[in-house]
């Protein structure tokens, strides 16, 4: 029953923070997920601070008496895989959290009101709609390569002989 209330919570916060921070389905769902893993993330830390704080006066009680045991480092070994959990799970979301940004594609509408925001693969076609003139538009994207030095066959030597001495 508690996991559910937790889980039935955090999809409200979760929507709740999307849909005041976005304008469109797609930008919708990209802030859910975020605001799903952050509620996550911190609800886990915070369930793990109130039991780290609680290990911890166990420890210092059983020090302060001078019983020290298998049970004290256990609890220790405990102490320092539930940081190191935690941190992990810190710096996944952060990786997380900029490979969306780097993969995402930000466009103007041609009407000029409106940006395009999202996930497009290249060389595939994806219908989007602009919320200001209701126009939809097909988007391709496409990648070109230029080259921007002189092709290895064209290199003369003698040229390059010459510049350098000159």
Not at 110 to 136: R, S
């Amino acid at each position: 029953m508690k996991y559910g209330k937790q889980i039935l919570l955090g999809v409200m916060v979760s929507s709740a923070i999307a849909y005041g921070l976005s304008n469109n389905l797609q930008e919708f769902s990209q802030r859910f997920v975020l605001a799903a893993l952050g509620y996550t993330a911190i609800s886990y830390w915070i369930e793990n601070r109130t039991q780290n704080d609680k290990r911890v006066e166990e420890l210092e009680e059983l020090l302060g008496k001078k019983q020290v045991d298998e049970r004290v480092a256990t609890l220790e070994n405990m102490l320092q895989e539930s940081d190191a959990v935690i941190t992990e799970q810190e710096e996944v979301i952060k990786t997380y959290e900029s490979l969306l940004d780097d993969a995402s594609v930000k466009f103007p509408c041609n009407c000029g009101q409106n940006m395009f925001d999202g996930i497009f693969k290249p060389m595939e076609e994806f219908v989007v709609e602009c919320d200001h003139c209701n126009n939809k538009y097909s988007v391709t994207l496409k990648l070109d390569t230029v080259l921007i030095t002189e092709p290895l066959e064209d290199l003369d030597t003698d040229k390059l002989i010459r510049k350098n001495i000159e």
